[in-house]
C-alpha cells in the first residue's frame, strides 16, 4: 500500500485538501493593508466540498485491494474537485469588486484534481498488470 506510487499522490493530495481547513481562502483589503480574512471552513459550500473531497481522498488509500473501486472513487474525487475550482473562480469573481484578494490555497483543488487523476491512472495501470498476470496463469493452468 504505502510503496506504491499512487499512495504518494494521494497522501500529497490529501495533504493540501486539509491544509485548506488552516489556512485562508481570501484577504479582504482596506485602506491601511489586510482589514479581514476568509477561511474555507466560515463558508458552508466550501467547508463541505473540502470535507468530502479530503474523505474520498484518505479512504482511496485504503482501498488498495480493491483496485477498480479505487478507480471509480479517484474518478468522482476528480470530478468533484473540478466542480469545487469551478465554484471557487465563480465566487471570486463575483466578489472581485469588494477588495478581495484570493490566496495560494485557491489552487489546492485544481493541484489536488490532477494529482489523484495520475493516481487514477497508476491505479488501472496496476489493475492492467494483474489482470495480464491472471490471465497468463489461467492459460497456464489449461495446457495442463
Do not use: W
Not at 4 to 26: D, E, H, N, W, Y
Not at 87 to 112: E, N, Q, S, W
Request: proline share 3%.
Amino acid at each position: 500500500m504505502i510503496q506504491r506510487i499512487q499512495t504518494l499522490f494521494l497522501t500529497i493530495a490529501a495533504g493540501l485538501l486539509i491544509s485548506m481547513f488552516f489556512t485562508p481562502m481570501v484577504k479582504i483589503m482596506g485602506p491601511e493593508g489586510v482589514a479581514d480574512i476568509v477561511r474555507y471552513v466560515e463558508i458552508y459550500p466550501t467547508l463541505i466540498m473540502t470535507l468530502v473531497t479530503t474523505v474520498l481522498c484518505i479512504a482511496t488509500i485504503f482501498y488498495y485491494r480493491k483496485r477498480i473501486m479505487q478507480i471509480r472513487i479517484c474518478n468522482i474525487n476528480t470530478l468533484i474537485l473540478i466542480g469545487y475550482q469551478a465554484y471557487l473562480i465563480v465566487y471570486y469573481i463575483k466578489f472581485r469588486d469588494t477588495g478581495m484578494v484570493p490566496c495560494i490555497t485557491a489552487v489546492f483543488p485544481i493541484a489536488a484534481a490532477i494529482l489523484t487523476f495520475i493516481a487514477m491512472r497508476y491505479i488501472a495501470r496496476d489493475e492492467a498488470l494483474v489482470m495480464a498476470a491472471s490471465h497468463l496463469r489461467s492459460r497456464r493452468k489449461n495446457r495442463k
